[in-house]
């Protein structure tokens, strides 16, 4: 009786092996379910990604607005007939911003352009 048990369990040991651990076992199935997850939440974020970028390149096709603020952000372009005015903190750096490695990027993005009447404009008005 006792070898039959042995025998017995040895036996269920055997099919229990594949089920566990073999090919198509519980962790391997596990271990693809989170492989499958991962690769969900990457395609999701990417997506958000290529949503942005589409509309940055939409923008940069149809209109002038996102021109507008590149030129002024990266280029440090202002228009005809206005005035920079660039707000320091007290240590002389763009306020609100870390000292950068270009600081003149940083001064250009914190700045104000305000628009001034040129002469022309001010003779022609009553």
Known sequence: ????????????????????????????????????????????????????????????????GAVEERARTELGMIKKDEIFIQILDPNGNPADAPAPPNAALTAIEKTIAVAVPSEKNKKSEP
Not at 33 to 45: G, N
């Open 1 to 64: 009786m006792r070898l039959i048990a042995i025998f017995l369990t040895a036996l269920l040991i055997l099919v229990q092996y594949p089920l566990w651990l073999g090919k198509g076992g519980w962790l391997r199935v596990w271990d693809m379910d989170q492989q499958v997850h991962a690769a969900h939440d990457k395609v999701d974020e990417l997506k958000v990604r290529n949503a942005k970028l589409d509309s940055e390149v939409h923008d940069l096709k149809e209109g002038t």
